[in-house]
């Protein structure tokens, strides 16, 4: 900080994410400021770098770059505030909050490259290492499953699924972690953060992060209908084709959110056992519970939504 500000500067931890990082807030005179402290041999600090000036450039708004220390991971950047999009939700916002944020899509999907290049790809080998999250962490590790063959088939034949529909559908820039935890609003704006992870990938997956949050469930016929909308909006914008029906829309919607929810359960128990951050295991129910609903309405993933209810789901809840 001494390097920046040449008086003195109050300094106040905020809190951590999901990752390795720490988050700071610097006042100085007047003004605020956040500062991010990534271990670098973990999370390098230039892909967030890159993408803020990517977003920006493309109209959306994200912490503004002041300054940078490479080595050492910090990075000086604007003070959005702390008003999450999840602390306004209630089922008279909802509809109208999670609208505007899936106006912003068109422009997230424009963004495919920044200084650095082009964005990673969500590739078949990305997906797999997503979905082995969930067999590793939580069945294994936070469950102490011994899986049967029986059980592998269950699961390979449902992640085989997944993944082909993931692959199917048009890519394009993709946030990757685009819910109501790292969408602020700001003077009635809506700011974009944690996004230093974004990838070329599914058109649906950043819409089915927000209307399927990990974090909070609304009423089926609120997300139908915006739902609805996206498909509108991404036929509109040209993201996908017209000959893409709603019905092949909302396969790859349901699909795409199944998936998601399956590595992010294994991603909350990874978090508790390697990483010590216990508190992600009270999400955990949640995704499961989407896994099932969602897998009862395709035949090819019964036979896995069914495992998952009498296999997993109880033992998440005892534990």
């Given amino acids: 900080m001494s390097q920046y500000f040449k008086t003195e500067v109050s300094i106040e931890l905020i809190c951590g994410d999901a990752s390795f990082r720490r988050y700071f807030r610097v006042k100085h005179l007047a003004n605020s400021y956040i500062v991010s402290d ?10 967030f770098i890159y993408m803020a000036k990517a977003y ?3 109209g959306l708004i994200a912490p503004k770059i002041i300054a940078q220390d490479e080595l050492n991971g910090f990075v000086l950047q604007s003070d959005l505030g702390d008003e999450q999009l999840l602390n306004q939700l209630n089922e008279h916002s909802v509809t109208d909050l999670y609208r505007k944020a899936l106006a912003l899509l068109p422009k997230v999907a424009t963004v495919t490259e920044t200084e650095q290049g082009v964005l990673p790809v969500y590739d078949q080998a990305f997906v797999a290492r997503e979905l082995d999250i969930f067999t590793e962490w939580l069945l294994i590790k936070h469950l102490g499953l011994t899986l049967s063959h029986s ?17 199917e559908q048009p890519s394009v820039g993709m946030h990757r972690d685009f819910h109501s935890r790292n969408i602020l609003v700001v003077d009635n704006e809506l700011a974009l953060i944690d996004f230093q992870d974004a990838v070329l990938g599914p058109v649906t997956y950043d819409a089915v992060s927000l209307l399927r949050d990990c974090y909070i469930k609304w009423p089926n016929e609120i997300i139908d209908s915006l739902k609805q909308e996206h498909w509108q909006l991404c036929l509109q914008q040209g993201l996908m084709s017209n000959s893409v029906t709603f019905t092949q829309y909302q396969t790859w919607f349901d699909l795409m959110g199944l998936q998601r929810h399956v590595k992010a359960a294994g991603i909350f128990a990874r978090l508790n056992h390697r ?20 897998a009862a309405l395709y035949p090819q993933l019964h036979q896995f939504g069914d495992w998952v209810k009498q296999h997993v789901l109880p033992k998440v809840n005892c534990a």
Avoid: Q
């Fill in 151 to 167: 059980d592998k088939k269950i699961i390979e034949h449902a992640f085989s699924v997944l993944t082909t529909s993931a692959l």
């Fill in 38 to 47: 990534s271990p670098i041999e973990l999370v390098p600090i230039m892909p």
């Fill in 275 to 294: 990483d010590g951050k216990a508190g992600y295991l009270k999400d955990i129910p949640l995704t499961l519970t989407y896994i099932v609903e969602v």
């Fill in 56 to 58: 920006e450039k493309a």
